[in-house]
């Protein structure tokens, strides 16, 4: 069983940036995929980014040129660097790793966008 913590969330202004990270207890090696999630108040948990094993990315279209996701395996983390951050990018984003069709979830961390 692996454990996830994200951390790098906060308040920031629009316009603004943010990197999140995600620690894993265990080798992520064999994740695939590896992704972030964002749960808005009163709105469903919505994909962000994926990354896959191989490297590939993928994004919702609300974050593509904006957001970037990438993972290290030697250390065992996950990031997602967040540009020209909205109002709208305002929620609890959370990291989900994937081994071999069994998902694992960190608690998540909170990022504010407002001036």
């Known amino acids: 069983q692996v454990q996830l913590v994200e951390s790098g969330g906060g308040l920031v202004q629009p316009g603004g940036s943010l990197r999140l990270s995600c620690a894993a207890s265990?080798?992520?090696?064999?994740?695939?995929?590896m992704e972030w999630y964002r749960q808005a108040p009163g709105k469903q948990r919505e994909l962000v980014a994926a990354i896959t094993r191989g490297g590939i990315t993928n994004y919702v279209d609300s974050v593509k040129g904006r957001f970037t996701i990438s993972r290290d395996n030697a250390k065992r983390m996950v990031y997602l660097q967040m540009n020209s951050l909205k109002s709208e990018d305002t929620a609890v984003y959370y990291c989900?790793?994937?081994?071999?069709?069994?998902?694992?979830w960190g608690q998540g961390t909170q990022v504010t966008v407002s001036s």
């Open positions: 989900k790793a994937t081994y071999y069709g069994t998902p694992f």
């Open positions: 265990g080798s992520i090696f064999s994740a695939n995929p």
